[in-house]
């Protein structure tokens, strides 16, 4: 397990939001930082919680997520 990040290294992310969300703001968003984490929170309501978790955990979930798309269709 990793420590929590330190307020620096969140510090003004970059949000970069799905070409899916299109203007209707129902999707997430991911921010990369100075060093190997990735944030993600919800459009809907970026003032709430963030989950931030290394790089590499984070390309993990997108490959499970697209190989589970690849089986199961659209999710």
């Known amino acids: 397990m990793t420590d929590a990040p330190t307020a620096d290294q969140l510090a003004c992310p970059i949000w ?3 070409s899916y969300s299109a203007a209707h703001n129902e999707c997430v968003e ?5 060093n ?10 970026p003032q709430r ?8 955990a984070f390309a993990a979930f ?4 697209k190989a ?3 089986i199961h ?3």
């Open 62 to 65: 997108i490959e499970e997520v």
């Open 36 to 45: 190997p984490l990735a944030s993600i929170r919800d459009s809907k309501a």
């Open 73 to 75: 269709g659209v999710l």
């Open 16 to 18: 970069l939001k799905s």
């Open 49 to 56: 919680r963030v989950l931030t978790m290394p790089t590499n």
């Open 30 to 34: 991911v921010a990369f930082h100075n």
């Open 68 to 70: 589970q798309e690849d």
